[in-house]
C-alpha cells in the first residue's frame, strides 16, 4: 500500500514561492497518477493539478494556470508542486493525493483513493 508524505509548506509573503514535495513510500508511485488537492479553511476541497503515471499529461486548475507547476521523480518516487506569484487565495492546507486506475477524472477530488496528511501553505498580503 502506498503512503503519501507531503513537506515544503510554510509562510510566505504574496508573491512568493514554495515548492512542494510529496514523498511515496510503501510501493513505486510510477503507475499511479499523482494529484495536488487544497482545502481552504470553510471551503471544500479543490483539485489542483495533477500528473499522469509517465509525467507526460499534466492537467491544473485554471486559477493556478501559468503559476504552478507539477512534477514527479518516478526514480525517487517523489512528486512535486512548484507554486510561483502566490497570492493570499493561495492559503490553504495542500494534500498529495494518488490513484492507479482512476474512476472519476484526475481533476475531480473523488478520483483519488490514497491521500497524505496534508502540508500547511499561508500567503500572508
Known amino acids: 500500500q502506498v503512503q503519501l508524505v507531503e513537506s515544503g509548506g510554510g509562510l510566505v509573503q504574496a508573491g512568493g514561492s514554495l515548492r512542494l514535495s510529496c514523498a511515496a513510500s510503501?510501493?513505486?508511485?510510477?503507475?499511479?497518477?499523482i494529484g495536488w488537492i487544497r482545502q481552504a479553511p470553510g471551503k471544500e476541497r479543490e483539485f489542483v493539478a495533477a500528473?499522469?503515471?509517465?509525467?507526460?499529461?499534466?492537467f491544473s486548475v485554471s486559477s493556478v494556470n501559468g503559476r504552478f507547476s507539477i512534477s514527479r521523480d518516478n526514480t525517487k518516487n517523489m512528486a512535486y508542486l512548484q507554486m510561483n506569484n502566490l497570492t493570499p487565495e493561495d492559503t490553504a492546507v495542500y494534500y498529495c493525493?494518488?490513484?492507479?486506475?482512476?474512476?472519476?477524472?484526475?481533476?475531480?477530488?473523488?478520483?483519488?483513493?490514497?491521500w497524505g496528511r496534508g502540508t500547511q501553505v499561508t500567503v500572508s498580503s
Open positions: 493525493a494518488a490513484v492507479a486506475t482512476p474512476r472519476s477524472p484526475v481533476t475531480t477530488t473523488d478520483a483519488y483513493d490514497i
Open positions: 500528473i499522469s503515471g509517465s509525467g507526460l499529461n499534466t
Open positions: 510503501g510501493s513505486t508511485i510510477s503507475n499511479y497518477y
